[in-house]
């Protein structure tokens, strides 16, 4: 079946570091992947996706790269804010999924520090 | 703006009664889903609904049920709730015909605590 795993949080930054989240994923043909993001006391909202192998996500200063050959979808982001801090969620829809029906990795809590 | 709303942030219930968890969406979206979010586990699928009437289970479906009687509206059913169902409950919306990349649009949740 279709799985996400993403490193377990919490990650603790200072503001302006640099912040990495690993994604990997097992699926099928060539998923739909996305990067959802939660704010505390909030429901998820999309933060990007890409479709295809070797597409870039990107919004708000965050980037992932579709890498098939890895099946990984690591998201980045430069210089983080306090405003950063939040769960994020790294997801995948299958080809032709009915519905489109997301399978989640369970979650990566990211606190940035002034 | 897309608008999904949940009737209540937050639910205190006992063992044994019957629970009902509301979802609208102001966006004419056809598939509409219930996921349960647990630390550690992310969001897992309950049930989904692609029309009205419709509705399909998720990987999690024992101990729920769902109705979907408009097409705005999908309410998430608690026959006899259990501790095990204390959780955090998000409804979630999008079109149907965006295909599997489309953008799928949440609700704030719903923190269910059953005694």
């Known amino acids: 079946g279709n799985s996400v795993t993403q490193m377990e949080g919490p990650v603790t930054l200072s503001e302006e570091a640099f912040l990495t989240i690993n994604c990997t994923y097992t699926a099928t043909g060539y998923p739909s992947l996305f990067w959802y993001v939660q704010y505390p006391g909030e429901g998820l909202q999309l933060l990007l996706k890409a479709t295809k192998a070797d597409d870039k996500g990107s919004n708000k200063g965050f980037e992932a790269t579709y890498r098939k050959e890895t099946t990984s979808f690591h998201l980045e982001k430069g210089s983080v804010q306090v405003s950063d801090s939040a769960v994020y969620f790294c997801?995948?829809?299958?080809?032709?999924?009915?519905?489109?029906?997301?399978?989640f990795g369970g979650g990566t809590r990211v606190l940035v520090k002034p | 703006d897309v608008k999904v709303t949940q009737s209540s942030r937050y639910l205190v219930k006992r063992t044994g009664e019957k629970v009902f968890l509301e979802c609208v969406q102001d966006?004419?979206?056809?598939?509409m889903f219930w996921y349960r979010q647990d630390p550690g586990l992310g969001l897992r699928l309950i049930y989904f609904s692609y029309d009205v009437k419709m509705k399909e289970k998720g990987d999690i479906p024992e101990g729920y049920s769902v109705s979907r009687e408009k097409k705005e509206r999908f309410s998430l059913i608690l026959e006899s709730a259990s501790t095990n169902q204390t959780s955090m409950y998000l409804c979630a919306s999008s079109y149907r015909d965006g295909g599997p990349a489309d953008t799928q649009y949440f609700g704030p949740g719903t923190r269910l605590t059953v005694l």
């Open positions: 966006m004419d979206h056809e598939n």
């Open positions: 997801a995948l829809s299958p080809p032709l999924a009915a519905g489109n029906k997301l399978t």
